[in-house]
């Protein structure tokens, strides 16, 4: 949550010098080039988290929202069935899940995929579930510029705000933000920089590109070491934030828990690397309130945000150096093909609370 606010160097570089005209709009036919083996979006060299995946139960009024809301454009559209990609997140090989690829125009990473998975049960992973609660992904980042009208249009749309638009102070610069939860169990986090600039950032209408997405975590300590020491992944900051003097937050927070300085709260975000040019993952944890957990639903084919889905250069090496530190693999090393990025081959491990980290490798 706190991350989209302090965008890295590598992150803004890759933006804007990786601008793809290629990723205008992809229709079925689009795809041909991708299931023919050519790539349609190239990442050679790319390292970080490339696309969230959110699943979702009516996938048509889902993607009619962000185009109208967030202003973002599908990129691609396929149909999964009998190709692996069910196998590969444990279901049967026979589910169809229909796919579709949404993002910011113009930019190469920081994407949405949502899917539907047809004929399956399905719970909603993060049920009613309030900030406090632990367990899976608890939302998406975007930037926002007109945070009050975005808040607004979205509560036109079903969603409902954990509280109204809230600023307050982040490394001693003046931020708002409103957390929203919507179709599916879904929160959106909005971020607005109220004393910067957004030159950083590629150009975006309303929304901005994800990419970040929360963990609300159980231990704050045990995700932090999976991240740095089981994963290999480099701490960029650790911080709390400041709330107004009354206890206003974003986070629905009763304001005296916040006052009387009962409840406190930590976060980190961690990148793949130093140099990655792709997202990052945050960890947020409450101090002095507790509340339902929802580690074990937090896995296909439920409903909500399903797992982050991030490229690495070079996944054998990757592959054989969590293997070095005992981690274990959720989901094997598989290969797929991947709308819009072509073959892959991709493994899967498990946060210690539940969220899906899925690798992948274009080949």
């Known amino acids: 949550m706190i991350e989209a606010l302090i965008f890295s160097t590598a992150q803004a570089r890759a933006l804007a010098g990786r601008l793809v005209a290629a990723v205008c709009v992809l229709s079925l036919s689009g795809l041909a080039p991708a299931l023919a083996g050519e790539p349609v979006i190239p990442l050679q060299g790319r390292a970080g988290v490339q696309e969230m995946i959110v699943s979702v139960k009516f996938p048509q009024r889902t993607v009619a929202l962000y185009e109208e809301v967030a202003q973002w454009q599908v990129l691609a559209r396929h149909t999964a069935s009998g190709d692996g990609l069910a196998r590969h997140w444990g279901l049967v090989d026979e589910v169809v899940i229909d796919e579709v690829l949404m993002g910011v125009p113009g930019t190469d990473l920081g994407f949405v995929r949502f899917v539907h998975f047809h004929d399956v049960p399905q719970q909603r992973i993060r049920s009613s579930a309030r900030a406090f609660d632990t367990g899976g992904i608890f939302n998406i980042n975007a930037l926002v510029r007109d945070l009050e009208g975005v808040f607004e249009h979205l509560r036109d749309h079903g969603f409902q705000g954990f509280a109204d638009p809230t600023y307050y102070t982040l490394f001693g610069r003046r931020y708002g933000g409103a957390l929203l939860r919507g179709h599916d169990d879904v929160v959106i986090n909005l971020l607005h920089r109220v004393d910067g600039n957004y030159d950083d950032l590629p150009g975006f209408g309303a929304m901005s590109h994800v990419f970040n997405a929360t963990q609300i975590v159980r231990d704050f300590e045990a995700a932090q070491r999976f991240f740095i020491e089981d994963l290999g992944w480099v701490q960029r900051w650790e911080a709390s934030p400041t ?52 580690a074990a639903r937090a896995k296909p084919p439920n409903l909500g945000i399903l797992m982050y889905r991030i490229h690495v250069p070079d996944l054998a090496a990757y592959a054989a150096q969590l293997e070095q530190r005992g981690v274990v693999f959720t989901r094997p090393r598989t290969r797929l093909v991947m709308a819009p990025y072509g073959e892959v081959e991709a493994f899967v491990v498990t946060s210690p609370d539940g969220a899906w980290l899925e690798f992948f490798q274009q080949l």
């Open 243 to 294: 709330w107004p003097e009354d206890g206003a937050n974003n986070m629905g927070v009763p304001n005296n828990l916040i006052t009387e300085q009962r409840v406190s709260e930590r976060a980190a975000s961690f990148a793949i690397s130093d140099d990655a040019d792709g997202g990052t993952v945050e960890i947020f944890h409450f101090d002095g309130i507790t509340g339902r957990d929802y």
